[in-house]
C-alpha cells in the first residue's frame, strides 16, 4: 500500500477567544493596582521589569517577559478595545498557540532590535536616562498582531492596502523630529508581525489540499 504524503498540522481556530479577554483584563486590573503605589516605588517597580538597556546588558533577560505584563497607565478604552479586538480576531483566525506565538515573537523581537540601537547609541553618546527608561507594555505584540492579521488579508488588494496604510502609519512617527525609541519599536514590531503574517499566508498556500474522495 502505497504511502501517502501526510498534510502539516494546520492551526486550530478558537470559536471564542479567552486568553485575549483574560490577557487584556489581567493588564489592566495589574495596572490599576500599580497606580496606587507610591510614585518612587511604582517607577522602580516598572524599571525593573523594562527591556530598557540596563536591564538587558545586566543579562535580565527575563524582562523580555515581564515587560509585557505591565503598563505605565491603565489603558485607555479605545486602546483597550482595540487591543482586545486585534488579540481576540487573531486567536479566533490562528487559535491560541499561533496568536500568542505572534505577540511573543513580535514583542521579543522589537525589543531586541531596540535594544540593539540603544545599545550602538550608549557607545557613541554620553550616558542619559534613556539606558534606565521604562520600557513595558503590549503595544510590540500588539502591533505585530496588527501587521500579521493584515498581511494575511485573504484577498489581494486589501491585503496589500492594509499591509501598507499601516507600514505607512509605523514609518510617520519615526520621521518626525521629536521621536522615541517606542516608535522605532513599533516600526520594527508592524514590520515583523507583516513577515510572520507572509510566512503563515505562505505555508498555507504550500499545504496540500485533501484529493476529492
Same mark, same amino acid.
Given at each position: 500500500?502505497?504511502?501517502?504524503?501526510?498534510?502539516?498540522?494546520?492551526?486550530?481556530?478558537?470559536?471564542?477567544?479567552?486568553? #485575549?479577554? &483574560?490577557?487584556?483584563?489581567?493588564?489592566?486590573?495589574?495596572?490599576?493596582?500599580? /497606580?496606587?503605589? $507610591?510614585?518612587?516605588?511604582? *517607577?522602580? &517597580?516598572?524599571?525593573?521589569?523594562?527591556?530598557?538597556?540596563?536591564?538587558?546588558? /545586566?543579562?535580565?533577560?527575563?524582562?523580555?517577559?515581564?515587560?509585557?505584563? %505591565?503598563?505605565?497607565?491603565?489603558?485607555?478604552?479605545?486602546?483597550?478595545? #482595540?487591543?482586545?479586538?486585534? &488579540?481576540?480576531? +487573531?486567536?479566533?483566525?490562528?487559535?491560541? !498557540?499561533?496568536?500568542?506565538?505572534?505577540?511573543? +515573537?513580535?514583542?521579543?523581537?522589537?525589543?531586541?532590535?531596540?535594544?540593539?540601537?540603544?545599545?550602538?547609541?550608549?557607545?557613541?553618546?554620553?550616558?542619559?536616562?534613556? +539606558?534606565? /527608561?521604562?520600557?513595558?507594555?503590549?503595544?510590540?505584540? %500588539?502591533?505585530?498582531?496588527?501587521?500579521?492579521?493584515? #498581511?494575511?488579508? $485573504?484577498?489581494?488588494?486589501?491585503?496589500?492596502?492594509?499591509? #501598507?496604510?499601516?507600514?505607512?502609519?509605523?514609518?510617520? $512617527?519615526?520621521?518626525?523630529?521629536?521621536? *522615541? %525609541?517606542?516608535? +522605532?519599536?513599533?516600526?520594527?514590531?508592524?514590520? &515583523?508581525?507583516?513577515?510572520?503574517?507572509?510566512?503563515?499566508?505562505?505555508?498555507?498556500?504550500?499545504? !496540500?489540499?485533501?484529493? $476529492?474522495?
Amino acid at each position: 500500500m502505497p504511502l501517502r504524503r501526510i498534510p502539516r498540522p494546520r492551526a486550530t481556530p478558537t470559536a471564542v477567544p479567552w486568553l #485575549a479577554p &483574560l490577557y487584556v483584563g489581567a493588564l489592566q486590573l495589574g495596572a490599576y493596582a500599580t /497606580a496606587r503605589l $507610591p510614585g518612587p516605588r511604582r *517607577t522602580e &517597580l516598572l524599571r525593573t521589569h523594562s527591556t530598557n538597556v540596563t536591564n538587558l546588558r /545586566a543579562g535580565r533577560w527575563h524582562t523580555l517577559a515581564t515587560s509585557s505584563a %505591565f503598563v505605565e497607565e491603565p489603558l485607555p478604552v479605545p486602546y483597550g478595545a #482595540a487591543l482586545l479586538a486585534t &488579540l481576540g480576531t +487573531a486567536e479566533a483566525r490562528w487559535g491560541v !498557540p499561533r496568536a500568542a506565538g505572534v505577540f511573543a +515573537a513580535g514583542h521579543v523581537g522589537a525589543s531586541l532590535l531596540v535594544y540593539a540601537g540603544l545599545r550602538g547609541r550608549v557607545c557613541t553618546h554620553p550616558p542619559d536616562a534613556t +539606558a534606565r /527608561a521604562v520600557d513595558v507594555g503590549a503595544s510590540y505584540g %500588539f502591533y505585530a498582531t496588527l501587521g500579521a492579521l493584515a #498581511a494575511t488579508v $485573504p484577498h489581494r488588494g486589501a491585503r496589500a492596502a492594509a499591509t #501598507a496604510g499601516l507600514l505607512a502609519l509605523g514609518i510617520r $512617527p519615526v520621521l518626525r523630529r521629536g521621536r *522615541t %525609541f517606542t516608535d +522605532a519599536g513599533h516600526l520594527a514590531a508592524l514590520t &515583523l508581525g507583516v513577515a510572520m503574517g507572509a510566512g503563515m499566508r505562505r505555508g498555507g498556500d504550500r499545504s !496540500p489540499r485533501p484529493k $476529492p474522495a
